[in-house]
Nanobody, 128 residues
């Protein structure tokens, strides 16, 4: 059973930065591709970023591309999301997610239904 715990959310002014962390336990972390998703009030959950098992491949939503960086440390069982130049529209609950794969990453890492494990989320609020 995989447990995922996010941290690092908070209140930040527009233009600021945050680094989200997601600590995994209960499994061999390096066997899992990892992703970040977010859900704003009244909106559907949306893909933010994903990273392959080896960290050799990363994917980003257009809305955060160029402003965010996903990374992972397999020795620490942790995946990160560095977010810069934050905008009020980035306000959401951010969720970490994981899925087991025999490959480095699947063909559709942006699809939420690829992921079998989810964290509880961390709130990010960006004030204007």
């Amino acid at each position: 059973q995989v447990q995922l715990v996010e941290s690092g959310g908070g209140l930040v002014q527009a233009g600021g930065s945050l680094r989200l962390s997601c600590a995994a336990s209960g499994t061999t972390f390096s066997n899992y591709a990892m992703g970040w998703f977010r859900q704003a009030p009244g909106k559907e959950r949306e893909f933010v970023a994903a990273i392959s098992r080896s960290a050799g491949r990363t994917y980003y939503a257009n809305s955060v591309k160029g402003r965010s960086t996903i990374s992972r440390d397999n020795a620490k069982n942790t995946v990160y999301l560095q977010m810069n130049s934050l905008k009020p529209e980035d306000t959401a609950v951010y969720y970490c997610a994981a899925y087991y794969t025999d490959y480095d990453i699947s063909n559709y890492p942006e699809r939420g239904n690829e992921y079998g494990y989810w964290g509880q989320g961390t709130q990010v609020t960006v004030s204007s």
